[in-house]
């Protein structure tokens, strides 16, 4: 064998989506522990090596179990993350010796992302801490986890205009069109007209009004909404052409 040849580690790592009361797209982190370490300079992605009998995708809804405590999440595979370099920092090193109990000098990372309604109880097995951030809010992560991050607001856009009922995994069952607008919005980063954004929801015929409106608001309270997926996949008509 050429000496040339890696030798690696191959781990997955998950970025879940979420979206706030306050209209705000967040991530979710946990925190590892390293000693001498702040703890706000200990927060990741939730991730793990793959075990030996474990597919990627396997062991993807493996890490996601873990972290929420819900079975069956919105999952999307989107890159490999591979740059020798990605883990040469001396915490980074010293946690992976700590929760591995192996010498590791060389990971690849297959990342996913996933949605998740952001009012979901986590309820993980495997973390003691777990929280959402909002995106402008995401702190110096270890290894490349800003840049996978980044990467995958990126992928979610595109996963977004090719389907755009996934938009609805992150609502609530509920929801209001300033949230849907606001939510589209932070997404695709197109400057649309709330009013017309609103004339063309009009039009859909999967977003179903409901007799009931907001409560207890301070503006001027604004009827909610629920999305029918079966309507939509007969028609599977996109928001904005």
Same mark, same amino acid.
């Given at each position: 064998?050429?000496?040339?040849?890696?030798?690696?580690?191959?781990?997955?790592? $998950?970025?879940?989506?979420?979206?706030?009361? =306050?209209?705000?797209?967040?991530?979710?982190?946990?925190?590892?522990?390293?000693?001498?370490?702040?703890?706000?300079?200990?927060?990741?992605?939730?991730?793990?090596?793959?075990?030996?009998?474990? %597919? &990627? %995708?396997?062991?993807?809804?493996?890490?996601?179990?873990?972290?929420?405590?819900?079975?069956?999440?919105?999952?999307?595979?989107?890159? $490999?993350?591979?740059?020798?370099?990605?883990?040469?920092?001396?915490? %980074?090193?010293?946690?992976?010796?700590? =929760?591995?109990?192996?010498?590791?000098?060389?990971?690849?990372?297959?990342?996913?992302?996933?949605? $998740?309604?952001?009012?979901?109880?986590?309820?993980?097995?495997?973390?003691?801490? &777990?929280?959402?951030?909002?995106?402008?809010?995401?702190?110096?992560?270890?290894?490349?986890?800003?840049?996978?991050?980044?990467?995958?607001?990126?992928?979610?856009?595109?996963?977004?205009?090719?389907?755009?009922?996934?938009?609805?995994?992150?609502?609530?069952?509920?929801?209001?069109?300033?949230?849907?607008?606001?939510?589209?919005?932070?997404?695709?980063?197109?400057?649309?007209?709330?009013?017309?954004?609103?004339?063309?929801?009009?039009?859909?015929?999967?977003?179903?009004?409901?007799?009931?409106?907001?409560?207890? &608001?301070?503006?001027?309270?604004?009827?909610?909404?629920?999305?029918?997926?079966?309507?939509?996949?007969?028609?599977?008509?996109?928001?904005?052409?």
């Amino acid at each position: 064998m050429s000496p040339n040849f890696i030798h690696t580690y191959v781990s997955v790592d $998950c970025v879940v989506f979420g979206f706030d009361y =306050e209209n705000r797209l967040n991530i979710l982190l946990v925190q590892r522990h390293v000693d001498d370490i702040p703890v706000e300079r200990q927060r990741k992605l939730p991730g793990s090596l793959i075990f030996s009998d474990e %597919d &990627v %995708d396997d062991a993807a809804e493996r890490v996601l179990h873990e972290l929420t405590g819900i079975k069956k999440m919105v999952l999307k595979q989107f890159k $490999c993350f591979a740059d020798p370099e990605r883990a040469n920092n001396m915490n %980074d090193i010293k946690w992976m010796g700590k =929760e591995y109990k192996q010498d590791i000098d060389r990971i690849i990372t297959v990342a996913y992302l996933s949605l $998740c309604k952001i009012d979901h109880k986590i309820n993980s097995s495997k973390y003691d801490t &777990v929280d959402w951030f909002p995106f402008d809010e995401i702190p110096a992560l270890p290894f490349d986890h800003n840049k996978i991050i980044n990467e995958s607001l990126v992928e979610v856009r595109r996963w977004i205009e090719m389907d755009f009922s996934i938009i609805f995994e992150l609502l609530p069952k509920k929801f209001t069109i300033r949230q849907l607008y606001q939510l589209y919005s932070a997404l695709s980063e197109k400057k649309i007209d709330i009013k017309n954004f609103h004339k063309r929801i009009s039009s859909f015929n999967y977003i179903i009004p409901l007799d009931e409106i907001e409560t207890n &608001v301070s503006h001027r309270a604004a009827r909610y909404y629920k999305f029918d997926a079966k309507v939509y996949k007969k028609n599977n008509t996109k928001l904005i052409k």
